[in-house]
C-alpha cells in the first residue's frame, strides 16, 4: 500500500493505518553529484502532478527561456490533454511517477501533488540525480519534514521549496527594512487569509470527491494553516530569523457543513523566543481582511500584501503615566478612558514600498530555482526554510485537534 492509493478510493481505516505508519520511505544512498547543465543548455523538465497549481507553476517556468516540459505524472488521465493545450504540444505522459523518474533526459522535477505525497516523491526525484522545485509544504508529517531534509543534504541536489513570496521583490526589501530595524524591535506579526468561498470543487463523480476535494479531508490535508498559513509562517520566520517554538490554535466548521472533516476556519497562536508571538486568522465565508500581513514593531509597523507593502510609523505613543490620573472636566472625574483618540486605528498615509511592476513571484522563483541548478548552488527557498513552516502546520494540526499547546520540533543537528 502506498500513498497514492489515497487518491484511489481507500477506505478510512485504511487511510488511518497508512498515516500512522512510519515505514522508511526509500533506502538510503550514496550523494549523487549534480549533472552539470550549461548557461544555453535546455532544461527538461519532469512535472508530477500538473492540477491547478502545477500548471500554473509550468506557465511561468514557460516563460523561461531554454525549458521545456518534457514529461508529466498523474493518476488523472484527463490532465493530460490540459497539459498540452497548456505546453502547446503532445507531452509524455505517465500514470506511475517511478517510471517519470526513470527517464534519463529529465534535468529537474517540479512536484505539485497533495502535500501527502511530497516527500515520498521529492525523496525518489533526489535519489534520481533529479534537482527539485516542491511545492508546498516540504512534508505532512514530522518524519516527512526530517525525511526531505536529509535526503538533500545526502544527495547533494538542488531543491527549492515553492515559498514564492521568498522572491517576490517587495516583500524582500520590506524584510530587509524590518530586520534593519526600520521599524524597532519587530515583536508580533499578525497575518489574515480571509475569502468569501467554500474551498470546494465540483465534481460530477462521487468517486473523484476525494481526488478534486482532498483539501477538505483530514487524511490528504493539513487544512488552512497548512495550504494558506504555511506562506505566512515562512514570513514570519523570516522576521524573527527562526524556527518557532510553540504553537496552539483552534479551527472548526461553522458554515460549510457538507461532509468535509477540514475546518472552514482557522486560529492560531506561534511562539517564538523572546516572547514574540504570531497570530494567523483564515475564515472563507468573509473576504474583508483578505491577505495581508502585519509586522509590528516598537517603533513602527509593516503592513505586506500579494501586491505591495506599506510602513506606518505611528504620530505618538500613548503615555500611560497620564491615564492613570484622575483629570477633571467639566466637573467629571474620569480616568484611563479620558482621551478615545489614543485608542482609535491610525488612519494617517503610510510609506509606500517602490518596487518594478508586474513583478509575479511564481515566475522569480521559478527563474532563481533554474538559475540555482545551472549554477549549482542551494536557493534561498532551500529545504531549511521549507522545514520551518512545514514543521508548524504539521504540528498545528495536532495542537488543534487536542486543543493544547504543543512544543514544535527543531530540525536535527547534522
Given at each position: 500500500?502506498?500513498?497514492?492509493?489515497?487518491?484511489?478510493?481507500?477506505?478510512?481505516?485504511?487511510?488511518?493505518?497508512?498515516?500512522?505508519?512510519?515505514?522508511?520511505?526509500?533506502?538510503?544512498?550514496?550523494?549523487?553529484?549534480?549533472?552539470?547543465?550549461?548557461?544555453?543548455?535546455?532544461?527538461?523538465?519532469?512535472?508530477?502532478?500538473?492540477?491547478?497549481?502545477?500548471?500554473?507553476?509550468?506557465?511561468?517556468?514557460?516563460?523561461?527561456?531554454?525549458?521545456?516540459?518534457?514529461?508529466?505524472?498523474?493518476?488523472?488521465?484527463?490532465?493530460?490533454?490540459?497539459?498540452?493545450?497548456?505546453?502547446?504540444?503532445?507531452?509524455?505522459?505517465y500514470?506511475?511517477?517511478?517510471?517519470?523518474?526513470?527517464?534519463?533526459?529529465?534535468?529537474?522535477?517540479?512536484?505539485?501533488?497533495?502535500?501527502?505525497?511530497?516527500?515520498?516523491?521529492?525523496?525518489?526525484?533526489?535519489?534520481?540525480?533529479?534537482?527539485?522545485?516542491?511545492e508546498?509544504?516540504?512534508?505532512?508529517?514530522?518524519?516527512?519534514?526530517?525525511?526531505?531534509?536529509?535526503?538533500?543534504?545526502?544527495?547533494?541536489?538542488?531543491?527549492?521549496?515553492g515559498?514564492?513570496?521568498?522572491?517576490?521583490?517587495?516583500?524582500?526589501?520590506?524584510?530587509?527594512r524590518?530586520?534593519?530595524?526600520?521599524?524597532?524591535?519587530?515583536?508580533?506579526?499578525?497575518?489574515?487569509?480571509?475569502?468569501?468561498?467554500?474551498?470546494?470543487r465540483?465534481?460530477?463523480?462521487?468517486?473523484?470527491?476525494h481526488?478534486?476535494?482532498?483539501?477538505?479531508?483530514?487524511?490528504?490535508?493539513?487544512?488552512?494553516?497548512?495550504?494558506?498559513?504555511?506562506?505566512?509562517?515562512?514570513?514570519?520566520?523570516w522576521?524573527?530569523?527562526?524556527?518557532?517554538?510553540?504553537?496552539?490554535?483552534?479551527?472548526?466548521?461553522?458554515?460549510y457543513?457538507?461532509?468535509?472533516?477540514?475546518?472552514?476556519?482557522?486560529?492560531?497562536?506561534?511562539?517564538?523566543?523572546?516572547?514574540?508571538?504570531?497570530?494567523?486568522?483564515?475564515?472563507?465565508?468573509?473576504?474583508?481582511?483578505?491577505?495581508?500581513?502585519?509586522?509590528?514593531?516598537?517603533?513602527?509597523?509593516?503592513?505586506?500584501?500579494?501586491?505591495?507593502?506599506?510602513?506606518?510609523?505611528?504620530?505618538?505613543?500613548?503615555?500611560?503615566?497620564?491615564?492613570?490620573?484622575?483629570?477633571?472636566?467639566?466637573?467629571?472625574?474620569?480616568?484611563?478612558?479620558?482621551?478615545?483618540?489614543?485608542?482609535?486605528?491610525?488612519?494617517?498615509?503610510?510609506?509606500?514600498?517602490?518596487?518594478?511592476?508586474?513583478?509575479?513571484?511564481?515566475?522569480?522563483?521559478?527563474?532563481?530555482?533554474?538559475?540555482?541548478?545551472?549554477?549549482?548552488?542551494?536557493?534561498?527557498?532551500?529545504?531549511?526554510?521549507?522545514f520551518?513552516?512545514?514543521?508548524?502546520c504539521?504540528?498545528?494540526?495536532?495542537?488543534?485537534?487536542?486543543?493544547?499547546?504543543?512544543?514544535?520540533?527543531?530540525?536535527?543537528?547534522?
Amino acid at each position: 500500500m502506498n500513498r497514492r492509493d489515497i487518491l484511489q478510493g481507500l477506505s478510512l481505516s485504511m487511510l488511518s493505518r497508512k498515516l500512522l505508519s512510519n515505514e522508511p520511505l526509500l533506502a538510503q544512498t550514496a550523494k549523487t553529484k549534480p549533472k552539470p547543465i550549461a548557461a544555453n543548455d535546455r532544461i527538461n523538465v519532469g512535472v508530477i502532478g500538473p492540477g491547478s497549481r502545477g500548471r500554473e507553476v509550468m506557465r511561468q517556468m514557460l516563460r523561461i527561456p531554454g525549458v521545456e516540459m518534457a514529461a508529466v505524472c498523474d493518476v488523472y488521465e484527463p490532465r493530460f490533454a490540459e497539459v498540452n493545450e497548456l505546453v502547446g504540444k503532445k507531452v509524455m505522459s505517465y500514470k506511475d511517477y517511478r517510471e517519470l523518474l526513470e527517464r534519463k533526459d529529465l534535468d529537474v522535477i517540479l512536484i505539485a501533488t497533495p502535500p501527502i505525497f511530497h516527500s515520498e516523491y521529492t525523496i525518489a526525484a533526489l535519489e534520481k540525480g533529479k534537482p527539485v522545485y516542491g511545492e508546498k509544504t516540504l512534508g505532512f508529517t514530522v518524519q516527512d519534514c526530517n525525511d526531505v531534509v536529509a535526503a538533500v543534504k545526502r544527495t547533494g541536489q538542488i531543491f527549492q521549496i515553492g515559498h514564492q513570496l521568498r522572491y517576490a521583490s517587495w516583500i524582500q526589501q520590506s524584510i530587509k527594512r524590518v530586520r534593519q530595524g526600520d521599524i524597532g524591535v519587530p515583536t508580533h506579526v499578525y497575518a489574515y487569509w480571509h475569502r468569501a468561498d467554500d474551498w470546494r470543487r465540483p465534481v460530477n463523480d462521487p468517486k473523484l470527491e476525494h481526488l478534486f476535494n482532498w483539501r477538505l479531508y483530514n487524511e490528504t490535508s493539513g487544512g488552512l494553516l497548512e495550504e494558506l498559513g504555511s506562506h505566512a509562517i515562512d514570513i514570519a520566520n523570516w522576521v524573527f530569523g527562526e524556527t518557532p517554538e510553540t504553537i496552539m490554535g483552534s479551527t472548526s466548521i461553522a458554515v460549510y457543513h457538507d461532509g468535509r472533516t477540514v475546518g472552514d476556519n482557522v486560529q492560531a497562536v506561534i511562539g517564538y523566543s523572546k516572547g514574540r508571538r504570531m497570530f494567523f486568522s483564515s475564515i472563507t465565508d468573509n473576504a474583508m481582511m483578505a491577505d495581508q500581513i502585519w509586522i509590528y514593531g516598537t517603533e513602527g509597523s509593516a503592513q505586506i500584501t500579494l501586491q505591495d507593502a506599506t510602513f506606518y510609523r505611528p504620530t505618538q505613543k500613548t503615555v500611560t503615566a497620564s491615564s492613570h490620573t484622575d483629570i477633571v472636566e467639566r466637573g467629571v472625574k474620569t480616568g484611563a478612558s479620558y482621551k478615545t483618540s489614543w485608542e482609535m486605528p491610525y488612519r494617517g498615509p503610510g510609506e509606500r514600498v517602490q518596487f518594478p511592476s508586474g513583478d509575479d513571484p511564481t515566475l522569480t522563483a521559478c527563474q532563481a530555482f533554474f538559475q540555482s541548478v545551472r549554477d549549482k548552488h542551494q536557493p534561498v527557498a532551500s529545504a531549511e526554510v521549507g522545514f520551518g513552516s512545514a514543521i508548524a502546520c504539521v504540528v498545528g494540526k495536532q495542537a488543534m485537534t487536542e486543543g493544547r499547546t504543543i512544543t514544535v520540533p527543531q530540525l536535527p543537528k547534522s
